[in-house]
């Protein structure tokens, strides 16, 4: 089955930096690649995904880019902010049926 | 409507109980899904609905039993729960087909003593 592996585990940025998150992924059949932001207590959050068609996609402050050669995806962050501290889960499926997920990164912005 | 409800949010239950847990969309969604979490770790798929039918289980044990009684409503029914099976509990749909966005319910906060 797919295997997903996430880096860093933890990570602190000074607020207004950039935080980049990193996401491999096994399996060349996965096609879709959502990322989760999940606050403590609460569920998890889908801010941006990207499908297998596509190299990078952007909303805003947030853009995620996807290199299918090297299976590798990550999410970037700019001009950070305290709410932006959170735990991000990224995430690999074939056709939307199994999500695999990766182990997660804790975010922190430091004001 | 635009969420997943679940209920109850906090669940509490000894290991000879029986109780269940009930989500339920109303966005037209035709997959459904329950998931496990446990503290500071990802989400871990137990059972997928599509189109009403189970479509995976991920070897989870028989003490944990789903049911999708139409495309809005998924229940996951509980019977001799272990203490290790006190984690957050997690429904989420997607539109099926060709749409993957798949979107979480708040979650059932499950304590077995």
């Known amino acids: 089955g797919e295997n997903v592996e996430q880096h860093p585990s933890t990570l602190s940025v000074q607020e207004g930096d950039s935080a980049v998150i990193k996401c491999t992924y096994s399996?060349?059949?996965?096609?879709?690649f959502p990322w989760y932001k999940q606050e403590l207590g609460k569920r998890p959050q889908l801010i941006i995904d990207?499908?297998?068609?596509?190299g990078e996609k952007k909303d805003q402050r947030i853009a995620v880019t996807l290199n299918k050669t090297a299976k590798h995806f990550s999410l970037h962050i700019t001009e950070t902010q305290p709410e932006d501290s959170a735990v991000y889960f990224c995430?690999?499926?074939?056709?939307?049926?199994?999500?695999?997920f990766g182990t997660g990164t804790s975010l922190t912005v430091i004001p | 409507d635009t969420e997943v409800t679940q209920t109850p949010k906090h669940l509490v239950m000894g290991m000879t109980n029986k109780k269940s847990l009930k989500c339920e969309q109303h966005?037209?969604?035709?997959?459904m899904y329950w998931y496990k979490q446990k503290a500071k770790k990802p989400p871990e798929l137990m059972f997928v609905?599509?189109?009403?039918?189970?479509?995976i289980n991920e070897s989870v044990p028989s003490r944990f039993s789903p049911e999708c009684p139409n495309s809005s409503l998924l229940n996951l029914h509980l019977h001799a729960l272990q203490p290790e099976d006190s984690a957050l509990y997690l429904c989420?749909?997607?539109?099926?087909?060709?749409?993957?966005?798949?979107?979480f319910g708040p979650g059932t906060r499950l304590t077995v003593t």
């Open positions: 995430a690999a499926s074939i056709s939307g049926n199994q999500f695999y």
């Open positions: 399996d060349s059949a996965s096609n879709y």
């Open positions: 966005m037209g969604h035709r997959a």
């Open positions: 989420a749909s997607s539109q099926g087909s060709s749409i993957y966005e798949q979107y």
């Open positions: 609905y599509s189109y009403e039918k189970l479509s």
């Open positions: 990207i499908r297998s068609n596509v």
